[in-house]
């Protein structure tokens, strides 16, 4: 089956700093990449998310690169703010596209520090 | 739509007690999955419906674990008995297309 591989599990920066998060799928077959970001004693909630036919997306202060060849996907949020202190976790499921069968990574705690 | 319903939010019960997590999905959504949530594990997927019907339970740890969806609009996932080791968030989650919606999820202790 598939297996995402989440890196760095915690993450701190300053407000204003740009923050990182990388991850890495095994199945070539996966198609579908989002993003979820989970604050504190509350669901996870979608943020962003890119298909395989597309090698970045951006919404506002947040970026989505993806590298087929590589099996790697990272999320990029500029301009740090303490309301993107949480925990988010990437997925990647090989479900025709949809939300079928979501794998996710084991999270990053990002931590933005006034 | 007031989005995934989960009931209860919380849950404490002493250890062989049968446990019953209950979901309501979207309305229209097809899809409706169940995780668990851990500090140890993260987030692991335990069972997934399409159309109500199951389509892999690879991830349900143990015959102790059983989820059924009678219908469109209900789901149960039930743990009997259960054991200190089941404590975890439970999320139930439902998708048309591609976002997963998750519920506010049931903690669930076991003592």
């Known amino acids: 089956g598939e297996n995402v591989e989440q890196h760095p599990s915690t993450l701190s920066v300053q407000e204003g700093d740009s923050a990182v998060i990388k991850c890495t799928y095994s199945?070539?077959?996966?198609?579908?990449f989002p993003w979820y970001k989970q604050e504190l004693g509350k669901r996870p909630q979608l943020i962003i998310d890119i298909r395989s036919n597309v090698g970045e997306k951006k919404d506002q202060r947040i970026a989505v690169t993806l590298n087929k060849t590589a099996k790697h996907f990272s999320l990029h949020i500029t301009e740090t703010q303490p309301e993107d202190s949480a925990v988010y976790f990437c997925?990647?499921?090989?479900?025709?596209?949809?939300?079928?069968?979501?794998?996710f990574g084991t999270g990053t705690r990002l931590q933005v520090t006034l | 739509d007031a989005g995934v319903i989960q009931s209860p939010r919380h849950e404490v019960t002493e250890m062989g007690q049968e446990v019953t997590l209950r979901c309501k999905p979207i309305?229209?959504?097809?899809?409706l999955f169940w995780y668990r949530q851990t500090m140890m594990r993260g987030l692991e997927l335990l069972i997934y419906f399409n159309n109500n019907v199951p389509i892999d339970d690879s991830g349900m740890p143990e015959d102790r674990f059983s989820a059924k969806m009678p219908n469109a609009s209900f789901s149960t996932l039930k743990i009997q008995p259960s054991e200190p080791r089941d404590s975890a968030v439970y999320f139930c989650?439902?998708?048309?297309?591609?976002?997963?919606?998750f519920g506010q999820g049931t903690r669930l202790t076991v003592v």
């Open positions: 199945d070539s077959a996966s198609n579908y």
């Open positions: 989650a439902s998708s048309w297309n591609t976002e997963a919606f």
């Open positions: 309305s229209g959504h097809d899809y």
């Open positions: 997925a990647a499921s090989i479900g025709g596209g949809t939300a079928s069968k979501l794998t």
